[in-house]
């Protein structure tokens, strides 16, 4: 997936994405994979693993998958 956003949009989805901790328990706590996350995004698990322990953010063109996926995950798992 290559989205072209704009720098407005792209702060705004930054402020909307969790704490890299958050990110993580959201998906632990749905019972998906690294892998299928990262299906999901465009990218491998390796990278949402980064994402997740701080050690790079997503780049601005998967910014909007990623977050999409974890307010979906997060939603899929809310009474």
């Known amino acids: 997936m290559n989205m072209n956003i704009s720098a407005?949009?792209?702060?705004?989805?930054?402020?909307?994405?969790?704490?890299?901790?958050?990110?993580?328990?959201?998906r632990l706590r749905a019972g998906v994979s690294l892998a299928r996350v990262g299906e999901d995004v465009g990218v491998t698990g390796q990278a949402i693993l980064w994402w997740e322990t701080g050690r790079s953010e997503p780049r601005a063109e998967h910014l909007a998958a990623y977050v999409a996926v974890l307010a979906g995950l997060e939603g899929a798992t809310t009474p």
């Open 8 to 26: 407005i949009d792209e702060v705004a989805l930054r402020r909307m994405l969790p704490a890299p901790d958050r990110c993580r328990a959201i």
